[in-house]
């Protein structure tokens, strides 16, 4: 079992920043694949980025290119999540996720575990 803990959501203004965290606690962290996930009230849960277990190759959801960072440290067993240029649309709940990934996938039933979700409100 990984348990995952998201946090750093918040009410932040269009155009403004927030970086998220989600730490993992069970097993070893370094051998999932972690993925960012969002869902919007009354909408699907949506693909934001995910990142292989050495922290190279992002792969970003086109809503979020040039916009969002992920990055991963292993040691602290930890991933994050950098939201710049935030828009009005970026409002949801994000949710971390672990898989045991040969390859990333923007598919939300290919990650093994997930976190309760952090909300992220963007005021315009």
């Known amino acids: 079992q990984v348990q995952l803990v998201e946090s750093g959501g918040g009410l932040v203004q269009t155009g403004g920043s927030l970086r998220l965290s989600c730490t993992a606690s069970g097993r070893t962290f370094s051998r999932f694949a972690m993925g960012w996930f969002r869902q919007a009230p009354g909408k699907e849960r949506e693909f934001v980025v995910a990142?292989?277990?050495?922290?190279?190759?992002?792969y970003y959801g086109d809503s979020v290119k040039g916009r969002f960072t992920i990055s991963r440290d292993n040691a602290k067993d930890a991933v994050y999540l950098q939201m710049n240029s935030l828009k009005p649309e970026d409002a949801a709940v994000y949710y971390c996720?672990?898989?045991?990934?040969?390859?990333?996938?923007?598919?939300?039933?290919?990650?093994?575990?997930w976190g309760q979700g952090t909300q992220v409100t963007v005021s315009s």
């Open positions: 996720a672990a898989g045991r990934l040969r390859l990333l996938t923007s598919s939300p039933g290919s990650y093994d575990y």
């Open positions: 990142i292989n277990w050495s922290g190279d190759s992002p």
